[in-house]
């Protein structure tokens, strides 16, 4: 549903002013007529039958169940509904990616148990989705650094190791010339029940007193890696350490503070290589140095960005599950707005480059993950979706304002030729009509006909019509007003029947019951558009509905 009437204001702006303090006709309004439109006896359903098989509202299930009233209207007036939100894809998808058709499924089941058929309302829009979630799928992903110990036993509790002969499984004696390794047991480790045990009997090199985990520790260049260990000695000094990487460079470490307790030392160390060494190099001073919990583990944080081919099949994936899950839950369901609102006024689809997204929460455009060109476009891959999960069903496109610029609908036609020689399958076109006492006639004619030209089915789907253009606040519609809203509420019908084919009209929709709960009318912009007053009482725009039944 277009969420603004900007053109139809404009149009009737002058108008609503002049009638609201004149009974003189404005020239502005084209052919409309005050006529006579009296004549309300019958229901829509009954009127209809012979003209169309689908009469429908727009319904919203906190009004069908809790309104005696609105209900009773309905299910007098209609054979048909269409959910004013429900059924759309934000109602139904949380920000997580959560289904929940509580709602739809409960106003699915309120009509059905009142006799109305369904009207499937919409699978795939630019506005009113998920888009929080839409836009998670894409999203650059973060992996969190590994905090698994990269040091095979980096807690010294295997060995030796009946393999190398190695004290400590995974460490390797490179020098012992000042002294001797061995392992320190019971009280005297840290943790668990062994450690690490330097013996420097004579002062030397750092070097002289030396191990190294033996197997060179694969890594990922420039990414952190986090060094640590527990160590105490006999004495308070220092010690060095250090880092190989296989780049050829070492990274030495000298001067670290050691105490008769145990102390932690950490290292930040970023990998300038693919793979890295710890070496622990103990002989400058005479002292018993114990080593434990040694560990190196990542630090980096590492994002992910798709590329454009995965973003096109995440997002693929996700509108064809969307489509499939909706259309297999609803079989009883047989006909489906698949797309809703591909074109701008234009007549360009409406893409990234030519649409600015305003609320980013639930708009979202799939024409720029799934593209918009008749050979691959968003809309073709929406469709065979929704073939190969209702075979069978009738599925349409939808759109506003074809009434209004010759170049949409002739856009509109072109593209949907185009669409199903590419195998989308597209059985009937929606026109929303939500129009204004200034509508240019001729354009609806000509609407009607373009659209009649494809041979597809052809619905009017969202019909209603302003008449407080001016926005006027507070608004009470004359008689004047209302009997010109019922002219053209005529001329629609009118043109309808004599332009589409019997057997491509599909039916007439009206987008609402009674005015009160009309999207148009509002406590800033009140206006009266539908065919039920607040009472739910048949205006004069009934009649003139009634009117254009007769196709003259």
């Not at 084209?30 to 006579?36: D, V």
């Not at 973003?311 to 839950?329: F, G, N």
């Amino acid at each position: 549903m277009k969420k603004h009437l900007q053109k139809a204001g404009l149009a009737i702006l002058a108008i609503t002013a002049l009638l609201s303090s004149s009974c003189k006709k404005n020239a502005e309004i084209n052919t409309l007529s005050t006529g006579n439109f009296t004549d309300t006896t019958g229901t829509l359903k009954a009127l209809t039958a012979s003209s169309f098989p689908n009469m429908g509202m727009a319904v919203t299930y906190s009004s069908m169940s809790t309104i005696p009233a609105y209900l009773a209207t309905v299910k007098r007036e209609c054979n048909n509904v269409t959910f004013g939100n429900e059924l759309k894809e934000g109602s139904i998808v949380s920000s997580t990616g959560v289904y929940n058709y509580t709602t739809a499924d409960a106003l699915y089941a309120l009509c059905t148990s009142n006799g109305l058929s369904v009207f499937g309302h919409n699978l795939v829009w630019h506005s009113q989705q998920s888009a929080t979630y839409l836009n998670s799928l894409i999203a650059p992903t973060t992996t969190a650094p590994v905090t698994t110990n990269l040091i095979t036993n980096g807690d010294f509790e295997a060995g030796p190791d009946a393999t190398t002969g190695d004290i400590f499984t995974g460490w390797q004696d490179l020098n012992h010339s000042v002294g001797t390794f061995s392992a320190a047991t019971g009280s005297a480790a840290y943790s668990g029940n062994r450690a690490l045990q330097a013996t420097v009997t004579t002062a030397g090199q750092n070097y002289n007193m030396q191990i190294i985990n033996r197997m060179p520790i694969p890594v990922t260049k420039g990414n952190v890696y986090t060094v640590s260990f527990w160590i105490k000695g006999s004495t308070a000094t220092t010690i060095q350490f250090e880092i190989r990487s296989s780049d050829g460079t070492v990274n030495y470490q000298g001067g670290k503070a050691v105490t008769t307790g145990w102390t932690q030392i950490t290292y930040s160390y970023t990998a300038t290589g693919t793979t890295m060494q710890l070496a622990f190099d103990l002989g400058a001073t005479a002292a018993t140095y114990y080593i434990d919990l040694a560990s190196i583990v990542g630090a980096t944080t590492t994002t992910t960005t798709l590329t454009p081919t995965q973003q096109t099949a995440a997002i693929t994936t996700e509108m064809t599950r969307y489509i499939t899950t909706t259309l297999q839950r609803y079989p009883n369901i047989k006909a489906w707005d698949v797309v809703n609102e591909p074109l701008l006024d234009n007549g360009q689809v409406r893409t990234n480059t030519n649409f600015t997204i305003s609320a980013p929460t639930s708009q979202f455009l799939y024409a720029q993950y799934l593209g918009n060109k008749y050979s691959s476009s968003y809309i073709t891959t929406a469709f065979k979706a929704a073939r190969a999960a209702a075979p069978n069903d009738v599925l349409f496109i939808n759109d506003y304002n074809l009434e209004y610029a010759t170049v949409k609908v002739d856009s509109m036609v072109a593209m949907v030729t185009a669409l199903n020689k590419y195998g989308a399958t597209i059985d009937g076109i929606g026109t929303q009509m939500h129009i204004s006492l200034g509508q240019n006639l001729n354009n609806i004619d000509y609407m009607f006909k373009k659209l009649a030209s494809t041979g597809l089915k052809v619905r009017i789907s969202e019909l209603d019509i302003v008449i407080n253009g001016a926005k006027a606040n507070p608004f009470t519609p004359t008689p004047t007003l209302l009997a010109y809203q019922a002219n053209m509420y005529q001329y629609v019908i009118n043109s309808y029947i004599k332009n589409v084919p019997a057997a491509q009209r599909y039916g007439v929709t009206v987008w609402g019951v009674s005015d009160t709960d009309s999207w148009l009318n509002t406590a800033s912009s009140p206006d009266a558009p539908l065919l039920f007053d607040a009472k739910y009482a048949k205006k004069p725009a009934y009649a003139g509905f009634k009117a254009g039944l007769s196709g003259m």
